[in-house]
Structures are given as structure tokens and as C-alpha cells.
């Protein structure tokens, strides 16, 4: 949980426009752009409030379902509603 509030916080301050120095890639971060984009409603204009999605594609053995289920659940934490957790 500590690494997906690091991304959260440092993805939402870079959002605000907070000059940070970038983290290590992780999943954590694309699915942060991701849910930024959802609830952002300048960048939700520019696709017509038309439902989205996400594709995670690799070989056989690479971590797609593993993967998915750390962006499951990071969606799934920062859209509670407020005082339930990090969102």
C-alpha cells in the first residue's frame, strides 16, 4: 500500500502541476495517468465522456495477470469515496 500512495501522491502533484523528479516505472503510475484522466473532466471532454479502456498485452508467462490486478486494484483504492482511502 505504500508504494501505490507514493504513486498517487507524486502522480496527483504532477497533475497539479508540482515539479517532481520521475519515479522508477511501475504499473502503478500508468494506471494513475489512467484514472487521472477518468475523473478529470478537461481531459474526459476530449474523448466525449465515451467509455475507455486499458489493454495489458505481453507474452505467454510475462505478468498480464498479475499486472491486472495491481491496476484493478489501484482503481479500485484511489476511487473510494473520500475518508476509505487513498482517493
Known amino acids: 500500500m505504500q508504494t501505490l500512495e507514493e504513486y498517487y501522491t507524486h502522480g496527483l502533484l504532477k497533475a497539479q502541476g508540482v515539479d517532481l523528479p520521475p519515479l ?3 504499473v502503478y503510475a500508468v ?3 489512467a484514472y487521472r484522466c477518468m475523473v478529470d473532466t478537461e481531459a474526459r471532454r476530449t474523448v466525449d465522456n ?3 479502456s486499458m ?3 505481453g507474452e505467454s508467462g510475462a505478468g ?3 499486472t491486472t490486478k495491481i491496476i484493478m ?3 479500485a483504492t484511489v476511487g473510494r ?3 476509505k482511502g487513498v482517493g
Open 64 to 66: 498480464k495477470t498479475e
Open 55 to 57: 489493454l495489458v498485452s
Open 50 to 52: 465515451r467509455n475507455q
Open 24 to 26: 522508477p516505472p511501475h
Open 73 to 75: 486494484q489501484y482503481l
Open 81 to 83: 469515496p473520500k475518508g
Open 31 to 33: 494506471a494513475g495517468n
